[in-house]
DNA sequence: CATAACTTGGAGAGCGCTTTCCGAAGTGTT
DNA sequence: AACACTTCGGAAAGCGCTCTCCAAGTTATG
């Protein structure tokens, strides 16, 4: 057995910070001293506490911690979903999603190497937000991760008000005083016009997202705009919700309408890997026939086939910043709001 | 302003439980009575307290509670990695994985109804293993879901002669009596195999996970041992990590040797994808010349061209019933040591 | 040798909550 | 009217830790 697994000497109660002072011969206080490496403690019984502590194989109750030094050592991602039930198939739909893991794997990168655990949550409900920004306050985490989903949150504004030091990953529909990591989604977009337009395209699509989606909008705002540079005032737009299956249809409408399509911009790969089932289906040849630039450079973008060109989203970097603003903000509050914006690059394939 | 987001009246402290005994006018005790539903509380007093607590915007402290109830509502989900480092790309292979995120999404379907939360916690180091285990026993999460990736892990070891209530996903790999959720791997394999045998293959590989990992080890024996009952005594076996990548490989590795392969059993759909990749790239159409069965049924086999047959592997639903044994197991600790095998069922698409 | 200035360890007061123990009412029986 | 028996609310003892005092000891200075 590893030294770590060593057996208590029976008894149910584990060692205390007081059976190590008494095992050592000095007080509580001292205990505490050394455990946490404060100085101004006679080397001598810096050792004697340390003996104390392997032989009574003691370790520090963190909650008992956290009670009097109002700290976690924990960092809440908040999935806030306006309203959303508990039987909403859509946050299976949403697990499933690249999109989450990324963040979270950014997320850890950073928190890990730093000993903060990250505490998951999800709210739908108004109640279910004031209970967790009243745990907030309290100190149940030292700061959170908002990754907001609906159009109109009312908890980025909630989180403010508390004073809970906060990031959001993707900027609130709102203007709120909150420190946010976006990504420029609406130069994202124009890359993908420049390029769709720049490979000889004459009547191009877009499938957006939902219109109250913040990096939604901003997407087709950029897209709009940019193709009305190049000449094209009018845009066909089809919407899904990110879904495989929501693109597929769109494309098939966009098809049904504007049967000459030779170029579309999706705004996330998943749903452009539905567009490209469509377009089969339809016997267009992707990108001979129709080009298609996606959004995301998930590893759905790879997995298509074609391949797809798409814009690049360097989420886990995102969620990483994000958490390194959050760790700077909870160690000084007086932080003013800052906001971080990635540019998006563009990822050459097969589709366009 | 909702009436959830109410402010202090100033001042930095946030009510407590004698802050509302004062208003109400009783003792602090009956206040957490009240607060606690707990009967045999006059009426008239658990309506004047609850107006105190509605007047003074009283939340209960969590952490508080906890230290007293040894409860925390709280469950980690910890992911064990034997040995990786800090800045391991691994981990970012792992979360970008749909199976995390399905897990997860698993987890939170139970977990959220029951108003507990997930912490996570990633460990790779001894040190970081003892360290989770003394937080543990210390009741810093009421109890663990284990996702275990190495072979030879001591991890689960560790909780159970700690006293941890734990439910791993996927049996472990040395036996250890410790509850977990599985999957009939190899009877997975064995649909598969009957399927790809069935359908007329005459040589039909296989491309397997690493060997020490026992999901990926069930698959390789159970796909071995069916093909034999058909009369195929030796199958050709190449090994990659379950990244599209390493699929790539290993079917062109298979290619390489063996040229008249016209099935191939791959052991999780991700790599199914790299190995539709190689197929094409060798000019195999599939499924007229090579027959393609994959695993998992994740989103990567909808999406994959064409689409995959592949083995359902209801990770959602194992991930929720480990939830589920883990909040039994918590509620009676006295429980015996269980373990669910889920059935897997052979998804027909148009790669086999 | 007396005084000031600093170092070091201990006592003890909390952090905010639950819960046992008790005494004071209220109810029913003989 | 006296007794046992139940219901109910309050006092207070913790849960395990941190950290501010304060006293005692040590060294430097006039």
Same mark, same amino acid.
Request: glycine share 8%; proline share 6%; net charge negative.
């Given at each position: 057995?590893? !030294?770590?697994?060593? *057996?208590?000497?029976? @008894?149910?109660?584990?060692?205390?910070?007081?059976?190590?002072? *008494?095992?050592?011969?000095?007080?509580?206080?001292?205990?505490?001293?050394?455990?946490? @490496?404060?100085?101004?403690?006679?080397?001598?019984?810096?050792?004697?506490?340390?003996?104390?502590?392997?032989?009574? @194989?003691?370790?520090? %109750?963190?909650?008992?911690?956290?009670?009097?030094?109002?700290?976690?050592?924990?960092? =809440?991602?908040?999935?806030?979903?306006?309203?959303?039930?508990?039987?909403?198939? /859509?946050?299976?739909?949403?697990?499933?999603?690249?999109?989450?893991?990324?963040?979270?794997?950014?997320?850890?990168?950073?928190?890990?190497?730093?000993?903060?655990?990250? +505490?998951?949550?999800?709210? @739908?409900?108004?109640?279910?937000?004031? *209970?967790?920004?009243?745990?907030?306050?309290?100190?149940? +985490?030292?700061?959170?991760?908002?990754?907001?989903?609906?159009?109109?949150?009312?908890?980025?504004?909630?989180?403010?008000?508390?004073?809970?030091?906060?990031?959001?990953?993707?900027?609130?529909?709102?203007?709120?005083?909150?420190?946010?990591?976006?990504? +420029?989604?609406?130069?994202?977009?124009s890359l993908a016009a420049d390029h769709l337009v720049g490979?000889?395209?004459?009547?191009? &699509?877009?499938?957006?997202?939902?219109?109250?989606?913040?990096?939604? %909008?901003?997407?087709?705002?950029? /897209?709009?705009?940019s193709?009305?540079r190049h000449?094209?005032?009018?845009?066909?737009?089809?919407?899904? %919700?990110?879904?495989?299956?929501?693109?597929?249809?769109?494309? *098939?409408?966009?098809? =049904?309408?504007?049967?000459?399509?030779?170029?579309?911009?999706?705004? %996330?790969?998943?749903?452009?890997?539905?567009?490209?089932?469509?377009?089969?289906?339809?016997?267009?040849?992707?990108?001979?026939?129709?080009?298609?630039?996606?959004?995301?450079?998930?590893?759905? !973008?790879?997995?298509?086939?074609?391949?797809?060109?798409?814009?690049?989203?360097?989420?886990?970097?995102? &969620?990483?910043?994000?958490?390194?603003?959050?760790?700077?903000?909870?160690?000084?509050?007086?932080?003013?709001?800052?906001?971080?914006?990635?540019?998006?690059?563009l990822?050459?394939?097969?589709?366009?």
């Amino acid at each position: 057995m590893t !030294a770590g697994t060593r *057996r208590l000497p029976v @008894g149910e109660r584990l060692p205390t910070l007081e059976d190590v002072a *008494r095992v050592a011969g000095v007080s509580r206080a001292t205990v505490s001293r050394v455990i946490n @490496g404060i100085r101004n403690v006679d080397p001598q019984l810096h050792e004697m506490v340390w003996n104390a502590v392997g032989q009574t @194989g003691y370790v520090p %109750n963190r909650l008992a911690r956290s009670l009097v030094t109002r700290r976690t050592g924990t960092v =809440a991602l908040v999935v806030s979903d306006s309203e959303s039930h508990d039987d909403d198939p /859509f946050m299976g739909r949403f697990f499933a999603d690249p999109y989450f893991g990324r963040v979270v794997g950014g997320l850890m990168s950073v928190l890990r190497a730093a000993g903060i655990q990250l +505490a998951l949550q999800i709210v @739908g409900t108004e109640e279910q937000r004031t *209970r967790l920004v009243g745990d907030l306050r309290h100190g149940q +985490a030292d700061g959170v991760i908002v990754l907001s989903l609906p159009g109109h949150d009312p908890l980025p504004r909630m989180l403010t008000d508390a004073g809970v030091p906060a990031v959001m990953i993707g900027r609130p529909a709102d203007p709120v005083p909150i420190n946010y990591v976006d990504l +420029a989604n609406d130069t994202g977009a124009s890359l993908a016009a420049d390029h769709l337009v720049g490979r000889g395209c004459q009547l191009v &699509a877009m499938i957006s997202g939902p219109a109250d989606v913040p990096a939604s %909008n901003d997407r087709i705002t950029g /897209f709009r705009r940019s193709m009305a540079r190049h000449g094209h005032a009018w845009v066909p737009l089809a919407s899904g %919700n990110f879904t495989q299956e929501s693109g597929e249809q769109a494309m *098939r409408a966009l098809l =049904a309408e504007h049967s000459q399509v030779d170029g579309v911009f999706v705004a %996330n790969d998943l749903m452009a890997l539905g567009a490209l089932l469509a377009l089969r289906d339809a016997g267009r040849r992707v990108p001979e026939d129709v080009a298609m630039v996606g959004f995301d450079d998930s590893s759905a !973008a790879v997995a298509a086939n074609p391949a797809l060109t798409t814009v690049r989203h360097p989420l886990e970097d995102m &969620a990483a910043e994000s958490a390194r603003l959050l760790m700077a903000r909870i160690e000084d509050p007086t932080m003013r709001i800052s906001s971080v914006i990635y540019e998006p690059t563009l990822v050459l394939r097969q589709s366009a």
